[in-house]
């Protein structure tokens, strides 16, 4: 499976911007997904996360009520709408996918980052002020 991460970019704080992770290989509409983001100095983060039947859904708290994470099983391709953005959101953002065996059923999603097989390239965001 190959994720190909796309649509950061420079923003203004309090505009917004959506994330786009396309997947090629394999067909991904099982597999539960998650967004990351890592800014200088710090950690790799989840930011959200979706299960692989969509219904069960996970932000980060501070991105919470501004972040959108959605899936297109259809299309093998999942999404992150930000809104409102932050200075503090400034980093690079990663897509993440996980195929090995779930054991917790179509609504489980998962926040850590040795808990996904896949990973994106990265894409930048930064927020000026």
């Known amino acids: 499976v190959q994720l190909q991460a796309c649509g950061g970019g420079l923003v203004q704080a309090g505009g917004s911007l959506r994330l786009f992770c396309a997947a090629s290989?394999?067909?991904?509409?099982?597999?539960?997904m998650g967004w990351f983001r890592q800014a200088p100095g710090k950690e790799r983060e989840c930011v959200a996360a979706i299960s692989w039947g969509g219904d069960s859904i996970y932000y980060r708290d501070p991105v919470k009520g501004r972040f959108t994470i959605s899936r297109d099983n259809a299309k093998n391709t999942f999404s992150l709408l930000m809104d409102s953005l932050k200075v503090e959101d400034t980093a690079v953002y990663y897509c993440a996918a996980r195929e090995r065996p779930n054991y917790y059923g179509s609504s489980y999603y998962f926040t850590g980052a040795h808990d996904y097989d896949y990973w994106g390239q990265g894409t930048l965001v930064t927020v000026s002020s």
């Open positions: 290989g394999r067909t991904v509409g099982n597999f539960p």
